[in-house]
């Protein structure tokens, strides 16, 4: 059953985050905005019952955010850019494929064939100018990123949502939870779970950002074994959508227009009035802010991988000589 068990305590990063922002929140010299400080004092327990993303079903999620599918095709579903594959990425899925045909079908096995689609996404739309984005928003790839939201209703009872999502891309300089926009579930091949986790984790992320008093709260998100994509938008509504494109059937070029073109959507979300009033090149304990919106709290590091560390790692591997 879903959230019975209560642990026995908060995990030491998700509680040092919170106490930190307590902290800044009582010591700021400038006036913090409204919408931060609502969300910052909202009633919250360590001891509140955890209530895990991967165990929830669809109409659990719905319930518990308050979100619902949405009616027919939705403008996100036809792609807006195009994205050109190096000429040895299928070469380099064919070798990968050769090389662990034996082996057993894992989420690992499936990740290395996502991680292949990232990189080659983002080297096409750096190669295209499309990320030089003149606010400075740059985007960074965040592996198995700790998402937590609380208190949120579950059978009558208050409960803290965390789990941990296989990827998001993070746009902007600070690492923070609303800034998630993108987020990547991956699966052993053919294994499609319950659509409630990957629609949890995205909604997580949008009440985040909406507490926050940001303008523009969509979130996108991808449900995958490395064969079969399913991508997902939740928009400002509350609505959800997905487009299913297989690599068999739709091909992977049009795969990759579809990441890149939601990709280039969060990028631009990211880019609302109140975007800056989640980052701040300021320490907690400096004596001065420029102005309110520089005090707005942090969330601690997510172990983040910045793009282009992650794309060397692939470098020489798709360079294959054909």
Not at 7 to 34: D, K, N, T
Not at 117 to 128: E, H
Request: charged share 20%; proline share 7%.
């Amino acid at each position: 059953m879903v959230g019975t068990k209560k642990p026995p305590r908060m995990p030491q990063g998700f509680r040092l985050w919170y106490e930190r922002l307590i902290h800044m929140i009582h010591h700021s010299e400038s006036e913090v905005p409204a919408p931060v400080v609502a969300h910052i004092e909202q009633p919250f327990s360590h001891d509140l019952p955890h209530l895990n993303p991967s165990d929830m079903t669809l109409p659990q999620t719905e319930k518990v955010f308050n979100i619902k599918p949405a009616d027919g095709y939705q403008s996100w579903q036809f792609p807006s850019v195009n994205v050109p594959l190096p000429a040895e990425f299928g070469l380099w899925l064919q070798k990968y494929d050769e090389l662990t045909e034996l082996s057993v079908f894992t989420e690992a096995k499936s990740r290395c064939r996502v991680d292949a689609l990232i990189v080659a996404v983002y080297r096409s739309l750096s190669d295209q100018g499309l990320l030089q984005n003149p606010t400075g928003t740059r985007v960074t790839l965040a592996l198995e990123s700790p998402l937590a939201w609380g208190p949120v209703l579950h059978q009558n009872v208050p409960h803290t949502c965390i789990g941990t999502a296989d990827y998001s891309l993070l746009f902007g300089e600070k690492d923070h939870m609303a800034c998630h926009l993108v987020i990547i579930e991956a699966k052993r091949r053919g294994c499609f779970p319950d659509q409630g986790q990957i629609l949890a984790y995205m909604a997580m992320v949008q009440t985040n950002r909406r507490s926050r008093g940001q303008s523009n709260w969509t979130v996108w998100g991808a449900l995958t074994d490395g064969w079969v994509f399913h991508f997902y938008q939740l928009n400002m509504e509350g609505e959800w959508s997905v487009l299913q494109l297989q690599a068999r059937r739709e091909g992977w070029q049009a795969i990759a227009n579809m990441f890149g073109s939601i990709v280039l959507h969060a990028q631009q979300a990211c880019n609302s009035p109140l975007r800056l009033s989640l980052s701040s090149d300021q320490a907690p304990t400096s004596k001065k802010r420029k102005s309110a919106a520089s005090t707005a709290p942090r969330i601690g590091s997510l172990q983040l991988a910045p793009m282009e560390e992650f794309m060397s790692e692939f470098e020489d591997v798709l360079d294959v000589d054909t």
